[in-house]
């Protein structure tokens, strides 16, 4: 069964993989964690504090403070947001859906090779939203064969062969997602829609909740400044518990992350998965351009379009034009979530992280170039410590290993307790948002912290390689072989220069003094003369 307390009637039982209750699970895992914990702490008291203990935690603690204030802004500002500022929202946006409705809605769906059952129960929740909310919708269904046309038909005629519902198939060319959409929004363009209409993106392994559409559509009425909209997501995963409580996770952090930006009414992504424009923008032919051929120029690589990341540049064209965003936490997309290889969670997990990462590193360059006065200044600062975090956060383990090996063992004891503490606090903090908790979260919460950014690092050095798992579509390769040199050189002398100012900031490596160079450099001098 999906991850928490959810009772998901409308997601068919086929899709709903039965596992036993995990509560004896978490009940082991929660007792090792903190008898593990408090062992280790009751450990360090028995020490006397090792030398340079005081650099130690002053170097590490430092950004500790940077680190944890802004994670804290983002929970104050997510509290504000939930608590306060959106259930005004959420009122206003009753009371306008209660005496008006936009004139038409039009529904985008991205499906590649999708299993009968997921397509069935994808569209038959997608066309039962369009009935809910009562008025001509169009939805262009990006198809990949002859069996879904048919089962198209046969899902259109089980809900009563809703006349007032046109669904237009569309075969994908199979060269990506981006073209698909393109083509997609083309087709709604030729219809010369009205200004008083939206229109959908969705993903075809979404299925929205009963009653998605009504309660989200009405926010455009309510708050006529708002371009696009993103809702709250959720998984049914199939896999085992690890691959479960990761997707929980990662839909937690996103929900604090969302909250917290929607409350300058920008976000950092408008998700594929499901979201909601007005569809004046995503007619605009630059938008549909943009998602069509969207490329950067990079000064090592040269131009390259993107392969994925349609949501970035989606998102991207909103921010470049000051369009206001929203989140709507109360309303969910369940995604259908399957790791790439379900019995290998670390090589999956990573292939999604890069695709994911890799994503968010080719488009927060030109974001940040727009500037505060364009993006606002916290939205601004938010990707900039994007950029910033993916190195931080390797400052704690560097430093315990760097500690470890000059001083004493025990430093990385303080670093694993410190890790121990902070993780269960902010997992903590997630859980209570989320209504959800599990003690795999610690672990997985540091997993996508430290290993994510040596991915991120990774990739803003290998911004032209790209994929698309399912699709096997793929961007650039690096095969030139001066281009691969000064890939892995350009990597490695950031890591060590990286680890040489941490060393000298923590006191480990100390410079040189210049006097010292001075007469070293004279006495060489001389002696070649």
């Given amino acids: 069964m999906p991850s928490g307390l959810d009772k998901l009637d409308f997601i068919p039982q086929a899709l709903q993989e039965e596992t036993p209750s995990p509560w004896r699970l978490e009940m082991f895992l929660g007792f090792v964690y903190l008898s593990l914990t408090i062992a280790a702490i009751a450990l360090i008291a028995e020490f006397s504090p090792p030398k340079r203990a005081a650099t130690f935690f002053s170097t590490v603690g430092m950004i500790a403070v ?12 997510a509290w504000v947001f939930l608590k306060h500022r959106f259930p005004t929202l959420r009122f206003d946006a009753d009371e306008a859906g209660s005496r008006l409705k936009v004139e038409h809605v039009y ?97 075809g392994d979404i299925i929205l909740e009963p009653g998605a559409l009504r309660r989200t559509i009405p926010f455009f009425i309510s708050q006529p400044d708002i371009g696009a909209i993103t809702t709250n997501n959720d998984s049914v995963v199939s896999g085992d518990h690890i691959t479960r409580e990761w997707y929980t996770l990662r839909y937690a952090q996103r929900h604090i992350l969302m909250a917290s930006m929607a409350l300058s009414k920008r976000l950092l992504v408008l998700t594929g998965r499901y979201s909601i424009f007005r569809t004046k923008y995503a007619t605009d032919p630059a938008f549909i351009e943009m998602l069509d051929n969207d490329n950067i120029t990079h000064w090592r690589f040269g131009k390259f379009k993107f392969v994925s990341g349609d ?16 989140y709507v936490p109360d309303v969910k997309a369940y995604g259908l979530e ?23 590193m080719r488009t927060s360059g030109r974001a940040i170039a727009l500037g505060p006065a364009t993006c606002g200044f916290f939205t601004w600062w938010a990707l900039v410590d994007q950029r910033l975090s993916m190195w931080t956060s390797l400052v704690g383990p560097l430093l315990a290993v760097m500690f470890a090996l000059i001083l004493s063992p025990i430093y990385l004891l303080f670093y694993l307790v410190w890790i121990a503490v902070t993780r269960l606090v902010f ?102 003369l």
């Fill in 66 to 77: 940077w680190r944890y204030s802004w994670m804290m802004t983002h929970f104050l500002r």
């Fill in 107 to 203: 529904a985008i769906v991205m499906s590649y090779k999708v299993d009968p059952v997921e397509y069935h129960a994808v569209y038959d929740a997608l066309i039962k939203n369009v009935l809910d909310y009562g008025v001509p919708t169009t939805i262009v269904a990006s198809v990949t064969s002859h069996r879904d046309r048919h089962l198209m038909k046969q899902i259109w005629e089980e809900n009563g062969s809703p006349q007032n519902i046109e669904i237009v198939t569309q075969f994908q060319l199979g060269d990506g997602k981006r073209s698909a959409m393109a083509m997609a929004l083309r087709v709604i363009s030729r219809r010369a829609p009205s200004l008083n209409s939206v229109t959908v993106f969705m993903d």
């Fill in 427 to 528: 997992s903590l903090i997630f859980g209570a948002s989320y209504r959800r908790f599990s003690f795999l979260w610690p672990f997985l919460l540091y997993y996508n912290q430290f290993y994510g950014a040596l991915l991120k690092i990774h990739m803003s050095f290998r911004l032209n390689t790209q994929g698309w798992n399912r699709q096997k579509v793929a961007g650039a390769k690096q095969i030139n072989r001066l281009e691969v040199f000064s890939t892995v050189t350009l990597h490695a002398t950031a890591f060590v220069l990286f680890a040489f100012v941490m060393g000298v900031v923590s006191g480990e490596f100390t410079m040189p003094d210049t006097t010292d160079i001075a007469l070293t450099f004279r006495t060489l001098t001389w002696a070649g």
């Fill in 338 to 360: 399957e790791l790439p290889d379900r019995d290998r969670f670390f090589l999956s997990s990573k292939g999604l992280m890069i695709r994911w990462f890799g994503n968010m």
């Fill in 311 to 326: 949501d970035k540049s989606t998102w991207y064209y909103c921010m470049q034009r000051g369009v206001k965003m929203l």
